[in-house]
């Protein structure tokens, strides 16, 4: 099970957290952020493999930071300079093939 927080309304230029908690270990997951806006298809923000290797999303390159630690089966997304654009409900992502897990997504507001 993973469950997302941290999400919420913040101005335009803001900042916010976001946290992904498991309750099993992530060690062997690939782990990822996505987001989806009101009318259109979820989309990738960002991933981290389970080297840590980091991804992310054309739109978010240089604002977001992707970060995972294992030790407390945790994941975050540090986003900055947030934009209007970036208003969505964002999911926490976790697979190890075939396997996929999804948290029931944390509410993202930006105001202009």
């Known amino acids: 099970q993973l469950v997302e927080s941290g999400g919420g309304l913040v101005q335009a230029g803001g900042s916010l957290r976001l946290s992904c908690t498991a309750s099993?270990?992530?060690?062997?997951?690939?782990m990822g952020w996505y987001r989806q806006a009101p009318g259109k298809q979820r989309e990738l923000v960002a991933t981290?493999?389970?080297?840590?290797?980091?991804n992310y999303a054309d739109s978010v390159k240089g604002r977001f930071t992707i970060s995972r630690d294992n030790a407390k089966n945790g994941m975050y997304l540090q986003m900055t300079s947030l934009k209007a654009e970036d208003s969505a409900v964002y999911y926490c992502?976790?697979?190890?093939?075939?396997?996929?897990?999804w948290g029931q997504g944390t509410q993202v507001t930006v105001s202009s």
């Open positions: 992502h976790g697979n190890r093939f075939p396997l996929n897990y």
């Open positions: 099993a270990t992530i060690f062997s997951l690939n």
């Open positions: 981290i493999s389970t080297g840590g290797t980091t």
